[in-house]
């Protein structure tokens, strides 16, 4: 079974930075595609960022110049750099994995961004 945990969230100032790690119990080159989602209350999952096993990134509309997603090897985690946080990025942040049969999901972890 496949596990994926997310570490790295927190409260931050509007304007800060954080950094989110998605570890994966499998090799990630695993997986088609890896990344990240988030969700408010009463909002469904969106899309933030998303790396393919071909290196190819993804980025949602709003976090686009903000966000950078990467990774560092085949047993490492997969990274969410985010900068120039808003408010709007409060969130519960998911890391989602993609492999020929399943979707997978961390439990997610709280990012709230203000004053």
């Known amino acids: 079974q496949v596990h994926l945990m997310e570490s790295g969230g927190g409260s931050v100032q509007p304007g800060g930075s954080l950094k989110l790690s998605c570890a994966s119990s499998?090799?990630?080159?695993?997986?088609?595609?890896m990344g990240w989602y988030r969700q408010t209350p009463g909002k469904e999952r969106e899309l933030v960022a998303s790396?393919?096993?071909?290196?190819?990134?993804n980025y949602g509309d709003s976090v686009k110049g903000r966000f950078t997603i990467s990774r560092d090897g085949a047993k490492k985690p997969v990274y969410l750099q985010r900068n120039v946080l808003k408010p709007e990025d409060t969130a519960v942040y998911y890391c989602h994995a993609r492999d020929a049969a399943h979707t997978h999901w961390g439990q997610g972890t709280q990012v709230t961004v203000a004053s």
């Open positions: 790396i393919n096993v071909g290196g190819v990134t």
């Open positions: 499998e090799n990630i080159f695993f997986f088609n595609v």
